[in-house]
């Protein structure tokens, strides 16, 4: 999901800029980097606390890293999953957009 992200960013980007009048967009691009690092940290603290609630805290055993490890992973499947709905749906807007003209 990060990857997809990553290759994704600069063309999400240009287009949330590119919807929004010339006076908005010095406040959108820099909205832009605020919500992105906004969620760099809650990917950050979400996988940090799974860990933890996995067995993590007790110290790094080969069963809590294990365990530490399935849990990370499910806990921000639904993240993914909104993720790849939101993406669905950009790309489904642009797609009608280009029907019509």
Avoid: C, H, K
């Amino acid at each position: 999901m990060g990857v997809a992200f990553g290759f994704s960013y600069a063309f999400m980007s240009r287009r949330i800029l590119a919807a929004l009048s010339d006076e908005d967009r010095a406040i959108g691009s820099s909205g832009l980097s605020a919500v992105r690092q906004t969620g760099a940290a809650a990917g950050a603290a979400i996988s940090g606390v799974a860990a933890n609630l996995g067995g993590f805290a007790d110290g790094l055993t080969d069963a809590s890293a294990r365990s530490a490890s399935l849990w990370v992973f499910v806990s921000v499947i639904p993240l993914a999953l909104i993720g790849g709905w939101a993406a669905f749906r950009l790309t489904g807007s642009a797609e009608t957009a280009s029907r019509r003209a």
